[in-house]
Nanobody, 124 residues
Framework: QVQLVESGGGLVQAGGSLRLSCAASGITFSTYDMGWFRQAPGKEREFVATISRWASTRYADSVTGRFTISRDNVKNTVYLQMNSLKPEDTAVYHC??????????????????WGQGTQVTVSS
């Protein structure tokens, strides 16, 4: 059974930090890119960050310098460290596994396994 389970979301004041985790099971993890996406109410889902098997990374412009994606291939877990949070970061954050290894894609169509998401709310 394929599972991607996110955790670590919550309510934080602007300027604060959160660390999201996504634990994978039932799928091959270590050889695939893993990504984080987010969706705010009334908005399209948008790319946040992605990481390759070799720990190469790519970020959305809106989070560059504030967010850091990392992975632990022993624990089959991907992380998103979020610092200097802003109210506009409020969204449901989803992790996903890419179907195109090594591409560091920003396109959610290139990701074929998704978690249910974790809510992040940043108050002003």
């Amino acid at each position: 059974q394929v599972q991607l389970v996110e955790s670590g979301g919550g309510l934080v004041q602007a300027g604060g930090s959160l660390r999201l985790s996504c634990a994978a099971s039932g799928i091959t993890f270590s050889t695939y890119d893993m990504g984080w996406f987010r969706q705010a109410p009334g908005k399209e889902r948008e790319f946040v960050a992605t990481i390759s098997r070799w720990a190469s990374t790519r970020y959305a412009d809106s989070v560059t310098g504030r967010f850091t994606i990392s992975r632990d291939n022993v624990k089959n877990t991907v992380y998103l460290q979020m610092n200097s949070l802003k109210p506009e970061d409020t969204a449901v954050y989803h992790c996903a596994r890419s179907s195109r290894p090594g591409t560091l894609s920003r396109d959610d169509d290139d990701y074929n396994y998704w978690g249910q998401g974790t809510q992040v709310t940043v108050s002003s």
